[in-house]
């Protein structure tokens, strides 16, 4: 019985075939609704395919990739200063710049594929392999050469996915965690959280809270986004460039066109002193987890009110009294992250370079690729 499956590459959502969405039920970032949002307002060094999985005509598999031109970028980050952000800036420039993700270099977590009930997994990953060499073919005929080929991200469950031939000479790496958030079933409110902490956690809550005292909090509609675009982007951009390392800059339209596509599926949270708004963050509702986005904030102010976690205890606040199962907190951040309750979740993913020399270095030279990052992780609960 031949079980070979075949792939089609599509560039555009418009092509997508009818019963995409019948596959992009494990999460929200594969749905077309969501690929529409990253076809009118992602980075501007980002190429978007989508790519379909077939068992003969039928549709058993979808996939993102991104291409992304790192050369386009004025700053791959700017909080790591000296020879290592020099040795970073020079590998990236040099030989590893057009790097192909399959899988969502925006989130944290699997959000590369989505596969039918019935499907082969190893014809499944098989073909996906073939579509990925495909997708350099593309690529090569435009003059642009893929320099590195990742796939990400992946628990040590679904990493096992990979485990056949094609991608054996593939780096199997791991970045920092995933921060996940469990929500205990017993939690009715933030009341029931606050009680489940340790005295020196609680301790914390309440200072946090009391700096913030005269910060107002108010949920923004597409409108209000819309009139504070500018100031929005500001808050957004300073808090990106400052990150130890970047990839890509959200388009200034970004927000509005999530809001504008999903609703109220997408929720966006604006901090106001006398009316001038200071910071945001931004959640989106996905089945019974929460994932929490991008965020901004006025550097100064963040110190001085602890705006960030109060913005961690919100979510946590919310997403208790709207009975979800849990909080994405993605990556960055750890420790702040891990004294509010989130625990660490080990990710990985493969890479491939496509120097056949390089790809023997890659464990050594990828420790400049990802910077590491050392932090202690808390445990706040009684």
């Known amino acids: 019985m031949n079980t070979a499956y075949s792939f089609k590459i599509y560039n555009s959502t418009a092509q997508l075939p009818e019963i995409w969405d019948d596959l992009a039920v494990s999460t929200i970032f594969l749905s ?38 790192l050369n386009a970028l004025e700053s791959f980050g700017e909080r790591d200063n000296g020879i290592k952000t020099a ?40 073909s996906l392999h073939a579509a990925t060499s495909e997708l350099k073919k593309i690529f090569k005929s435009k003059g642009i050469k893929i320099h590195i080929t990742t796939y990400k991200d992946f ?29 205990n079933k017993n939690w009715q409110s933030e009341q029931d959280y606050i ?39 500001e808050l957004y951009f300073h808090v990106a ?36 708004l200071i910071g945001f963050n931004t959640l989106i509702k996905n089945g019974e987890v929460m994932d929490t986005y991008f965020l901004g904030y006025d550097e100064s102010i963040q110190r001085e009110k602890m705006l960030y976690l109060n913005m961690l205890y919100d979510m946590i606040a919310y997403s208790i009294n709207k009975n979800f199962n849990e909080i994405i907190f993605a990556r960055t951040a750890l420790e702040i992250k891990s ?31 990802e910077p590491e990052t050392v932090w202690q992780e808390r445990n706040p609960f009684k």
């Not at 969501?34 to 005509?57: A, R, W």
């Not at 020079?90 to 594929?113: D, E, H, R, Y």
């Not at 628990?155 to 929500?183: H, R």
């Open 241 to 276: 460039k400052n990150a130890p390392f970047n990839t890509f800059f959200l388009p200034k339209n970004h927000f509005r066109v999530f809001k504008e596509t999903f609703k109220e599926k997408f929720l966006f949270y604006g901090y106001f002193i006398d009316e001038k």
């Open 339 to 369: 004294s509010v309750g989130a625990k660490p979740l080990k990710m990985f993913g493969l890479m491939h370079h496509s120097s056949k020399i390089v790809n023997v270095y890659l464990p050594k030279i990828f420790k400049y690729l």
């Open 155 to 183: 628990d040590k469950e679904e990493i096992k996915n990979f485990d056949i031939p094609e991608f054996q000479n593939d780096y199997l790496f791991s970045t920092q965690p995933n921060m996940v958030f469990s929500i």
């Open 32 to 69: 077309k609704k969501y690929l529409q949002v990253l076809e009118k307002s992602s980075p501007e060094n980002m190429t978007c395919h989508f790519i379909g999985i077939f068992d003969n005509e039928i549709l058993v598999g979808i996939a993102l990739s991104q291409f992304l031109d």
């Open 87 to 126: 040795v970073r800036n020079i590998i990236f420039g040099n030989f590893a710049s057009n790097v192909l993700v399959i899988g969502n270099n925006m989130l944290t977590g699997q959000n590369s594929f989505a596969l039918s009930n019935a499907v082969h997994h190893k014809e499944a990953m098989q």
């Open 195 to 233: 009680e489940s902490l340790s005295k020196k956690y609680r301790d914390q809550h309440k200072r946090a809270r009391k700096k913030a005292a005269l910060i107002e909090k108010r949920k923004l509609h597409l409108e209000d986004i819309i009139a504070l675009e500018d100031t929005i982007y």
